[in-house]
């Protein structure tokens, strides 16, 4: 990708248009988290054919995001890896690239939920919690996936609980 | 005894997570090379968040250790089925195997198609300059391997999905 990440959609706020029907803050909270989901998922969709597209237009083989030789070092550092073909590391720099968009992009979308436009370590250990094929990560981030949002969804609130009802100017 | 296969002091090294290179008269692996360097990281990881988006150093190293752990990760799975298959060298396609294994569902066929074009475009080199002299069963040249010594005596087998 050689260009900054397509503006995301707000997360933030009712989106215009979409009615809520009724029910107290709970209900809301967990039709804006649905909500949120299925914007994510179509996203994500989008990631992945855009990747596909990506790769089937790729010609240079040469230039890597990511150094090879230290991919290789990380794959040696297995005892049991004895011999490793060139190629492996080439595709695992694609591989790693993949890898670091979706979590990148996964992790965002926990940063805006809370509305903050840096992002931290916490949106990542989020996204990891929330991810089934990220399960191998969880020792990476053990503590901290505890303090966030596993349980806002059942119904504490955000920094501001009205800032769901504000429609994105 | 830097470059060896992985002996049982880098193992732990990684296990551990610590530098056991600074001072250590090294067998192990240091702290920065079990990473993928940030600044590559954090280029990554800012192609996908919009313009005006910041990432925390924390948020770095994070990203750093979590990729440095995935290639372990699907690395022992590839690793693995080499073993089972009497197979000495990893190669592409035991990579996108295991992403396959292991869930990646959407990126192992990305991969293949990836491994696919790379072996079109890097094939006709390495079989033309006499390096590859293992038989490459799936018709286009699986280039040469990266350590010094080749191993000759492996006949690869193939397999197919």
Redesign the interface.
Known sequence: ?????H??PPLMGVAAGVPYAGGGPYQAYQHLFHQQQQQQQQQLQLF?AD??RE??Q??D?KNH???LA???????????????????????A????????????R??AH?EENKR?????N???AA?SRT??FD??ID??PREEEKEDVARPLGAPPTDPMSYYYVQQ | MADS????E??E??ALGTSTGAGSGDGG?KEQ??L??IA??G??????????????K??K???Q????????????E???RC?KEKR?????D???WA?GT???D??A???R???H???E??GDR?ASNGLNTRSSNFGTG??????DDM?RN?PSTSRRY
């Not at chain 1, 990708?1 to 990440?5: K, Y």
């Not at chain 2, 296969?5 to 049982?8: I, L």
């Not at chain 2, 000495?88 to 592409?92: A, I, L, R, W």
């Not at chain 2, 699986?142 to 350590?147: I, Y």
Request: proline share 5%.
């Open positions: 990708m050689d260009q900054p990440g503006a995301t992945w990747q596909y790769i089937e790729t010609t083989f995001s990511l150094p230290r991919i290789k070092k990380i794959m040696k550092a297995d005892e049991d890896v004895r011999m490793i073909a060139a190629e492996a590391p080439v595709v695992f694609r591989a790693c690239e993949m890898f670091i968009l979706e979590l990148t992009h992790s965002w940063a436009r840096t992002l931290q370590k949106d990542i250990a990891i089934d094929v191998f990560l990476i981030v | 296969s992985g002996n049982s880098e193992a090294g990684r692996i090379d079990r993928l360097p590559n990281v280029r990554i990881m800012k192609q996908m968040l919009p313009p005006n988006a910041k990432i925390s924390e948020a190293e994070t990203m250790e979590c990729v440095s752990e995935f290639i372990s990760f699907v690395t022992a590839a690793s693995d073993h000495k060298t990893v190669n592409g035991d990579i996108c992403l292991l869930g990646f959407d990126y066929e990305p991969m198609r990836y491994l074009k790379y072996r475009v890097e390495s699986d280039g040469q391997t990266l350590f191993d492996d």
